[in-house]
């Protein structure tokens, strides 16, 4: 092949990529999975299941829930009694915020809290919340910032969600 055959190539080879490069990598955002998700054209691992599903499959459905005025000594007893390590804290019904065992743990260790002390200082006022039809998915990224998401009915707690509820949930599904 001559010099001029191989500029030839050269310059056809930079032109290609000089076109498909940027169109490539616009493609690849449009057609990104998240993307997909999120606009309905492409199912996550758990498909179109919802926060309701994953409720109907766990072995205990009762919540068990504390007021803030509750010492410590006593949520300690019904977290080990529920096998559970957090709860919602619930005034007149409503939800306040949530206890954990971590919460407790540090307040304890700090020497923040006493047995016969109210709960009051060790509750998280930031609970990350979710309804009955809410996705699976969106459950998930929640539980990315902290250990549990309380799911309300018409601000009327219905459950908790952990992340082995989802993990339980997952390798259930794939059975």
């Given at each position: ?15 290609f ?22 606009n ?5 691992p ?8 994953l ?20 949520v ?14 619930l ?35 930031q ?30 707690v ?18």
């Amino acid at each position: 092949m001559t010099t001029n055959g191989w500029l030839q190539i050269a310059l056809f080879c930079a032109v290609f990529l000089a076109v498909t490069k940027p169109l490539g990598i616009y493609l690849s955002k449009v057609f990104d999975d998240a993307w997909m998700r999120e606009n309905g054209f492409l199912e996550g691992p758990w498909g179109r299941a919802t926060v309701a599903d994953l409720l109907a499959t766990k072995a205990s459905r009762q919540v068990v829930g504390v007021s803030p005025v509750e010492k410590v000594r006593n949520v300690i007893a019904r977290m080990q009694e529920h096998d559970i390590s957090q709860m919602p804290v619930l005034a007149e019904g409503k939800l306040v915020g949530l206890v954990t065992e971590a919460q407790l743990l540090n307040h304890l260790v700090r020497g923040e809290a006493a047995a016969d002390d109210a709960i009051t200082p060790s509750v998280q006022r930031q609970v990350n919340t979710v309804g009955l039809e809410a996705s699976l998915e969106s459950a998930m990224s929640l539980l990315a910032d902290g250990s549990a998401v309380v799911v309300l009915d018409s601000d009327v707690v219905v459950g908790i969600i952990t992340k082995i509820d989802l993990i339980d949930f997952l390798t259930a599904q794939r059975k």
